[in-house]
């Protein structure tokens, strides 16, 4: 994609971000040092297949998960910096294992918080995130999954320095278990 036709791009994005936080009824994370985290999320209930994490927990239907979505807006905006893919990567990896202990204090401060199981996000972009602590786990549904990927494919495109590729990856879950999240990220 064309410098030209990204800057647009990312000027529409920033544009419509604020309609679609809007409806999606999302919540900002402030991290310990009051800044915004990388994280918009709310509660939601899980709809998809019975999946078993490493650590025994069960994800089954209706179970109460936080939802995880990375503000892609502004994190495009300080991508677009970057001039290449290990830079990209790293700038997404530092900026969610950075606000990962703030969603530990966002759960326990929850009403729901006991019966709140752990977490759940959907992305394209799933290399690297076992060291983080997070699974992957493909989408069953045929429908949902290209459903998914069709509207992350305007996040991938931008995202990438390196233009269109011939293979686009599909999208997955990534969970990561209460207990998982609160072991290895619980701020002092």
């Known amino acids: 994609m064309g410098i030209r036709i990204k800057q647009y791009c990312l000027s529409a994005w920033n544009f419509i971000d604020p309609l679609y936080f809007q ?3 999302l ?3 402030k991290k310990t040092c009051g ?3 990388i994280f918009r999320v709310r509660l939601t209930k899980y709809k998809g297949r019975n999946i078993v994490l490493s650590d025994g927990t069960t994800i089954t239907k209706n179970d109460v998960l936080v939802k995880i979505h990375l503000h892609n807006a502004k994190l495009l905006q300080q991508m677009y910096k970057c001039d290449n893919e290990i830079r990209r990567a790293l700038l997404i990896y530092k900026g969610v294992k950075e606000s990962l202990p703030s969603l530990v204090n966002y759960m326990q401060s929850q009403e729901k918080a006991d019966q709140i199981k752990g977490l759940i996000g959907i992305t394209m972009l799933y290399k690297g995130c076992k060291k ?3 699974e992957a786990h493909p989408i069953a549904s045929p429908i949902y999954k290209n459903f998914k990927k069709v509207s992350l494919l305007p996040i991938y495109f931008l995202s990438s320095s390196r233009g269109i590729k011939k293979e686009i990856p599909s999208p997955m879950y990534l969970f990561m278990s209460k207990d ?9």
């Open 27 to 29: 919540q900002y994370i």
């Open 35 to 37: 800044d915004n985290s």
């Open 23 to 25: 409806f999606t009824r």
């Open 180 to 188: 998982a999240l609160t072991s290895r990220y619980r701020s002092e």
């Open 132 to 134: 983080l602590g997070f």
